[in-house]
């Protein structure tokens, strides 16, 4: 089918399809244009409101303002963000609308009025008004982030690739394209599980199993980690030394937990060194806590950075999730314990983790 440009049916189509509010008036500020959303947002029914003043139309004064600059300047504003009140069943509700207001000339620069668009963005403007106001709420944004970089990505790679298996079958089939299809599928099977692994990554951090205390020499746990990621070290031509109080007091941990809690530090340290990298393991005890200090000479943090790196999925890596540290912090917090960090950038990072002998006393 071949579309004229200027048909007026594909006009009406795509304004009435479109989830923002349009509405265009003429030089002498009559409306010409006014779809089914701004018929909702304005409460006037299209037919009502076409010919008429904006003035007379619209009932925000703020709104009309907007217009008004337009028709005196000839200057459009953009992502203005204003309030109306909409009726719902019983009463009426706040809604957040981001506008735009355009002022529209023809070939020669003739003014012939102005295009006016109403998004409704209540949901958003409230979402981030709140995460900036509680540090918890700033996990849901940035767990929004992650949902939509680790879910959003699969999921459109799987649905070209079911239009693509549609398109296939609608075809006659031949035996050249039965493999066409199955490779097709494995495609999909292979992005639905790992959009699994990723949801199950996430409940796994909600869900941390529940502590299960016994009493462990710290310095034998630290030596264990060490021994499994010392080759990883090595590796990158990097040294990993410990330094170990001895008769260090006895803890009483969770042992997979806390081993987690350290390796996640270790972890981050060899991803921070370079060549002649040095990362030490440091243990010191005192009367009442146990301390482990993980240091490296590596890429350090820079300060901008340093109060968020505990931030749940915060990552400077490009294929990191961020949830290590976060977890790290948990645990220790779980043991009443606390952890802290000192770096510079290029200079390297020390943390410190205190883990109390008598965690009810402390
Ligand atoms: N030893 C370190 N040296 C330099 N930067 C660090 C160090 N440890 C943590 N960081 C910074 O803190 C950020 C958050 O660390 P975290 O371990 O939580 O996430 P990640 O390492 O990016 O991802 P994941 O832990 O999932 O592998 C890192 O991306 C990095 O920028
Ligand atoms: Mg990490």
């Known amino acids: 089918m071949k579309i004229h440009r200027a048909d007026p049916d594909l006009f009406e189509m795509i304004l009435s399809h479109l989830k923002e509010a349009v509405i265009f008036a003429d030089d002498r500020g009559r409306i010409k244009i006014f779809n089914p959303v701004a018929a909702k947002f304005f409460e006037v029914k299209e037919r009502q409101a076409l010919g008429k003043r904006l003035e007379r139309i619209i009932p925000y004064k703020t709104i009309r303002k907007q217009f008004d600059s337009v028709y005196e300047k000839k200057e459009g504003h953009y992502d203005i963000e204003?309030?109306?009140?909409?009726?719902?069943?019983?009463?009426?509700?706040?809604?957040?609308?981001?506008?735009?207001?355009?002022?529209?000339?023809?070939?020669?620069?003739?003014?012939?009025?102005?295009?006016?668009?109403?998004?409704?963005?209540?949901?958003?403007?409230?979402?981030?008004?709140?995460?900036?106001?509680?540090?918890?709420?700033?996990?849901?944004?940035?767990l929004a982030r992650w949902m939509a970089h680790e879910i959003r990505n699969p999921l459109s790679s799987l649905n070209i690739n079911i239009e693509l298996l549609r398109d296939e079958l609608r075809e006659e089939?031949?035996?050249?394209?039965?493999?066409?299809?199955?490779?097709?599928?494995?495609?999909?099977?292979?992005?639905?599980?790992?959009?699994?692994?990723?949801?199950?990554?996430?409940?796994?951090?909600?869900?941390?199993?529940?502590?299960?205390?016994?009493?462990?020499?710290?310095?034998?746990?630290?030596?264990?980690?060490?021994?499994?990621?010392?080759?990883?070290?090595?590796?990158?031509?990097?040294?990993?030394?410990?330094?170990?109080?001895?008769?260090?007091?006895?803890?009483?941990?969770?042992?997979?937990?806390?081993?987690?809690a350290i390796s996640n530090l270790l972890i981050n340290s060899i991803q921070a060194v370079s060549e002649r990298g040095e990362i030490h393991v440091i243990t010191r005890g005192s009367k009442k806590n146990v301390f482990v200090i993980v240091r490296d000479n590596g890429m350090g943090i820079s300060r901008e950075h340093l109060p968020r790196i505990f931030d749940f999925m915060f990552s400077t890596k490009p294929t990191g999730s961020g949830l290590g540290l976060s977890i790290t912090k948990k645990i220790i917090s779980d043991h009443h314990g606390e952890i802290t960090v000192r770096s510079e950038v290029n200079r390297g990072a020390t943390f410190r983790i205190r883990l109390p002998l008598n965690p009810k006393v402390n």
């Not at 609308?97 to 958003?124: H, M, N, Q």
């Not at 992005?191 to 016994?214: G, V």
């Open 82 to 142: 204003l309030a109306i009140h909409v009726p719902t069943a019983d009463e009426r509700e706040a809604r957040l609308l981001r506008c735009s207001f355009y002022p529209i000339v023809d070939r020669k620069g003739i003014f012939l009025g102005c295009l006016a668009t109403f998004a409704d963005i209540t949901e958003k403007g409230l979402l981030s008004r709140e995460i900036s106001q509680s540090k918890d709420l700033s996990t849901i944004g940035m």
């Open 173 to 260: 089939i031949h035996l050249a394209q039965k493999e066409e299809i199955q490779s097709l599928l494995n495609f999909i099977s292979y992005e639905t599980l790992r959009l699994e692994n990723n949801l199950k990554e996430f409940l796994d951090f909600n869900r941390l199993p529940p502590l299960k205390f016994e009493w462990a020499q710290l310095n034998d746990v630290l030596d264990s980690i060490v021994r499994l990621l010392r080759p990883d070290a090595q590796m990158k031509s990097a040294k990993m030394e410990v330094h170990f109080q001895k008769k260090l007091p006895t803890v009483k941990i969770d042992l997979s937990q806390i081993n987690l």
